[in-house]
């Protein structure tokens, strides 16, 4: 062993010892169980006390940050809306659960009869159920009645982050880029860990108001938040898309190529300012 290395251990374990914190055995890592004497438990090692502490420690990758900083994120999300939502009568419920599985059967048309009698009821529909109502109006081409059900929804709970995102959609699709924006930061707002709505702001902010850097942020947070799903168990999956985990590697995939061509064409424009710049060009 090198001789100031030995010299360092060897003065470490006689303060630890003469502390009363540990024994040799637990320094040198051939007992079980850490003996502690101190009434208070030792603060865990960081980064920032190891230097302090002249404790080497291996510095984490971008990459593995990136997943901690994911994972924080999503733990510490407030889902406003699931707080906030109202449920559905009895008799409304039932309605809806069947035009829910005629939507998915792709059969708009009874979907849409259900819906009808739904909204005839006594008992109002609920902010979910206007989604619903939206999604099957877009699967039978009718825009107009699609955005009024979106806004219905919002109109009844603001933080319905899944309404948010799509009238923002269609918003974008008809040239309305500002209030596509403002209901895909509403969205975020109300769920931060909703990736949809990052990937849908970040191709508005990339195609469409050609703000690069800021569709390379949206881009990245959706691709971490789908690295994060992935790497859930089926019994502790946080259901951050609606993706099955097919789509959700192909779709890892695909995000990944755009974050390469928008970092490149990020790092163009920060040359083209340089040259700029230094009068190159």
């Known amino acids: 062993m090198n001789y100031k290395i030995k010299h360092l251990v060897t003065t470490l374990a006689a303060l630890l010892l003469l502390g009363g914190c540990v024994s040799t055995k637990t320094l040198f890592g051939d007992a079980e169980q850490e003996v502690q004497t101190n009434e208070q438990e030792q603060a865990p090692i960081t980064q920032e006390t190891a230097?302090?502490?002249?404790?080497?420690?291996?510095p984490i990758s971008p990459e593995e940050q990136r997943a901690l900083d994911t994972a924080a994120l999503v733990n510490a999300s407030e889902n406003r809306f699931q707080a906030s939502k109202k449920a559905n009568a009895p008799r409304t419920r039932a309605l809806l659960l069947e035009a829910l599985s005629a939507?998915?059967?792709?059969?708009?048309?009874?979907?849409?009869?259900?819906?009808?009698?739904?909204?005839?009821?006594?008992d109002p529909m609920n902010s979910s159920a206007y989604v619903l109502d939206g999604d099957i109006y877009v699967a039978l081409d009718d825009v107009d009645r699609a955005a009024k059900s979106y806004d219905n929804a919002l109109s009844l709970n603001p933080d319905n982050f899944k309404a948010a995102n799509r009238r923002a959609l269609l918003h974008r699709e008809q040239?309305?880029?500002?209030?596509?924006?403002?209901?895909?930061?509403?969205?975020?707002?109300?769920?931060?860990?909703?990736?949809?709505?990052?990937?849908?702001?970040?191709?508005?902010?990339?195609?469409?108001?050609g703000n690069k850097a800021l569709a390379l942020k949206d881009y990245q947070m959706y691709a971490d938040l789908l690295t994060?799903?992935?790497?859930?168990?089926?019994?502790?999956?946080?259901?951050?898309?609606?993706?099955?985990?097919?789509?959700?590697?192909?779709?890892?995939?695909r995000v990944k190529g755009w974050l390469i061509d928008v970092e490149r064409q990020v790092q163009a424009q920060v040359d083209n300012v340089a040259r700029q710049a230094d009068g190159t060009e």
């Open 103 to 122: 939507y998915q059967n792709e059969e708009y048309e009874v979907a849409l009869t259900l819906m009808q009698s739904a909204k005839q009821l006594a």
């Open 175 to 209: 040239g309305e880029f500002e209030q596509a924006l403002t209901l895909y930061s509403q969205a975020i707002e109300s769920y931060s860990a909703h990736a949809p709505s990052y990937r849908n702001r970040g191709v508005l902010y990339d195609l469409y108001l």
């Open 51 to 58: 230097g302090a502490q002249g404790i080497e420690v291996e």
């Open 228 to 253: 994060y799903q992935q790497s859930q168990t089926a019994q502790d999956a946080v259901m951050l898309t609606s993706l099955s985990e097919a789509q959700l590697k192909r779709e890892a995939r």
